[in-house]
Structures are given as structure tokens and as C-alpha cells.
């Protein structure tokens, strides 16, 4: 059984607030594995995306928004990875603001698919 929208979308908040800290402690240092951080398909929130977020959300155009933000943030990060990478590691770290501004919209979106899915009554 399907758990409950706002679970579900609890857990895609989790899922991001992880995507951010990854990304963060990368760019300082930890030397902890790069593939979620790159790849949308393998972090947990493109993984939540796929499996939960699509196929329960998709009569949302706000999911499809969801989904095309998540892409927008992993090519942001890709670039900060690349930046630490080519060892400018200030100009990574300081390009995080970037990342925040679009975590910060990817979160309203989830805030806003919350708020359409209640006047549902789902």
C-alpha cells in the first residue's frame, strides 16, 4: 500500500536535504563517493523521482517542474565538481549559493505539490 502524499513528499525533502549535504562535504574535502552527487538517476531523490514522485504525481505539471529542476541541480553541481576537480576549490565552494537558490525553489515545488495534493483530498 502507497504510503500517504505527505510522507511520500517528506521523504523526497529528506532525500534532497541529503543531495545538498553530499554535495557540500565533497567540495570540502571528504573524498566520499561522486556518482549521487553527478548522476540524477542514482541519487535518492532522482531514484524517489522515478519511482514515486512520476508514477503517483505526474497529472501535476509541478512534478514534471520538480523533476526538470532536480536535472538543472545535478548539472550545477557537475559544474562545482568539475571546478574542485580542475582545483578551484573556492570558486566550488562559492558557487554553492547557486546550488541553494535552486534547492530553495526544488523545495517550494514539493511545498506547492503538497498544498495541490491536500485540495485533491488525496
Request: aromatic share 6%.
Amino acid at each position: 500500500m502507497p504510503r500517504p502524499f505527505k510522507e511520500e513528499l517528506d521523504a523526497a525533502r529528506l532525500k534532497h536535504v541529503l543531495f545538498k549535504s553530499k554535495l557540500r562535504s565533497y567540495l570540502y574535502g571528504s573524498g566520499i563517493d561522486d556518482a549521487p552527487i553527478r548522476d540524477p538517476r542514482v541519487c535518492a531523490l532522482g531514484q524517489w523521482i522515478e519511482q514515486i514522485g512520476r508514477p503517483q504525481f505526474r497529472h501535476l505539471p509541478e512534478m514534471q517542474q520538480l523533476d526538470e529542476l532536480h536535472e538543472e541541480m545535478h548539472r550545477e553541481a557537475n559544474r562545482l565538481l568539475d571546478l574542485y576537480g580542475a582545483g578551484r576549490r573556492d570558486e566550488a565552494v562559492a558557487g554553492l549559493s547557486g546550488v541553494n537558490r535552486l534547492a530553495d525553489m526544488l523545495t517550494d515545488l514539493l511545498d506547492t505539490l503538497e498544498a495541490k495534493l491536500r485540495t485533491e483530498g488525496r
